[in-house]
């Protein structure tokens, strides 16, 4: 990798992106360059990750070979104004954000920019990330090739068109809240019968990677693997019922509607 890697805001999502690509061992850090409008961040991200970083986008924007703009939606329009006339002419720009899409940037830099959609996760952090990513119809092949590869150094990648993305968040990068949820929820039962509370995280939290895990490995549908733990007769299919009785399917649908209409509008506020 001989590219400069750079990040326009470098708060949690990018710090988890940073964080896994370093561990890779694939990315050399000295390629990674980052801006943050505080100070307080500089100095927690020059501390974690030993990477350059400043409070001059365009001097970061400059250097860039890929640019991510790792700011929040509301921001891209101030960061991109501030920046368009500094990036290379065939930088790759990707935007990390919920609901900014290739339109967006495409007027926001030029009509032909190289530009791309990732949405990313924070298990990126321990190289368990998922990133789905659109580019738009300037990315050569062989560029998408390399952010996918890019991507694949702290995760999974998926490659779909753009008239899905945003949907992404709801299954994807926002749904690790769900699950912390979810494994928060499992500790308290652990511990309200009595199971200490560190070992209940640890508990709760091994039993959803296995889970995940076998569905990812062993291709069977989820159905057929939970059938699989409901012995006849026996105490998980009580759970099973209970937890179709308050609702916990449907409350996770609904729950993914209103994600992904709040990230639609993420663009426009
Ligand atoms: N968190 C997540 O799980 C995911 C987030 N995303 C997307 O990632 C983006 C960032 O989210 P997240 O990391 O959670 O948010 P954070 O608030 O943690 O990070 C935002 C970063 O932007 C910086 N910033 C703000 N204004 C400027 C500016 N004018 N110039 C340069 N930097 C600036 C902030 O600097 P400072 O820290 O100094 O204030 C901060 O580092 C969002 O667009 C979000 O949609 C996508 C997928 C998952
Ligand atoms: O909450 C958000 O808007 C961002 C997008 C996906 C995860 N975090």
Sequence with gaps: MNKTLAF???????QAIIGGMIQSGIVDRKRIIASARTEETRQLVKKTFNIKIEGDNKQVAKNADILFLAVKPDVHKEVIDEIKDYVKKDVIVITIAAGITLSYLESGFHNEVR???????????????????????????DELDLVVKLC???????????????????????SPA?????????????????????????????????????????????????DQV??????TIEAVLT??????????LSAMD?????AKALANN
């Design 8 to 14: 326009i805001g470098c708060g949690k999502m990018a």
């Design 115 to 141: 530009a791309i959609r990732v949405m990313p996760n924070t298990p990126s952090l321990v190289r368990e990330g998922m990133s789905v990513i659109a580019p738009n119809r300037y990315v050569t092949t």
């Design 152 to 174: 694949e150094t702290f995760g999974q990648a998926e490659v779909m068109n753009e008239g899905l993305m945003d949907a992404i968040p709801a299954i994807s990068g926002s």
């Design 178 to 226: 769900y699950v912390y949820m979810f494994i928060e929820a499992l500790a308290d039962g652990a511990v309200k019968q009595g199971i200490p509370r560190d070992q209940a995280y640890k508990l709760g939290a091994q039993a959803v990677l296995g889970a995940a895990k076998m569905v990812l490995e062993t291709g069977k549908h989820p159905g057929e693997l939970k």
């Design 230 to 235: 409901c012995t006849p007769g026996g105490a």
């Design 243 to 252: 937890l179709e009785k308050e609702g916990l399917r449907s409350a996770v």
């Design 258 to 262: 209103v994600c992904t209409e709040k």
